[in-house]
């Protein structure tokens, strides 16, 4: 109990699913995690000059708070409460040559969509007149040699992880267990952990992209609840 510490290390993470018990992310790339407890103090006054008699407290809460640069589809239905999902569709872009008054696609459409053409030094101006059979797009009035930029929605199904985030989409409750170390003065490495019985993430979520400075970095907040025993936070330190 005298030990006294200090810390420059992030904590790794494991979430586990509060209703099912079930581990749902290994999070060992965290930068920063940090833990805050809140709570509300009210006052009873009396007398003269208005002094502060009897203090309350409750409110009693707090977040857990991550941050990483690095990222995944995992984290990210952990943050959105998202339906996993292995295929999806896109637009795609192509810059292909007229050979017989035609043009091969890459793909096949998408069940229902739509396929524009546009000469090539008319990108997204008038669509050219065209019908499509399968891969082959034949361009009305179109002369071999020409080039043309086809736009169209193709299905994405070799190795795809999708996220779909729905209005009704919500993230769940989780039970973490992070672990790091703390250095004492004596110059000894203690494990320390701590056990968040009840996080919620909230539903904030920014996803940047930028070629220039540090590599994105999300942020991750969750408040801590109680669960049925009353039970919040523990902080652990194994002493050896």
Known sequence: MNNTFANREVCDLIFEDYATKKPFLNMDYANVSTTEITGET??????????????????RGGTLTIETQIQSFKLYQLLTGGDMSKTAKFMARE??????????LSAAPADG???????????????IASTVADKTVTITGATDGDQ?????????????????IKGSSFPKAFT?????????????????????????????MSISMSNSGDPATITITCDLMVNDDNEMLDLILEEE
């Open 95 to 104: 810059v292909l040559t007229v050979t017989d008054g035609a043009v091969t």
């Open 113 to 127: 969509a739509t396929v524009n053409v546009f000469a090539s030094d008319d990108d997204c101006g008038e669509a």
């Open 42 to 59: 009210v006052f009873a006054y009396g007398g003269k000059g208005h002094p502060k008699r009897v203090a309350f407290s409750g409110e």
């Open 176 to 204: 973490v267990y992070g672990d790091t170390i703390m250095k004492t003065e004596n110059d000894e490495l203690l494990p320390y952990k701590f056990i968040a019985y009840k996080a919620a993430p909230q539903s904030n």
């Open 148 to 164: 043309v930029i086809v736009y169209y929605v193709k299905d994405i199904t070799d190795k795809v992880q999708k996220i779909s």
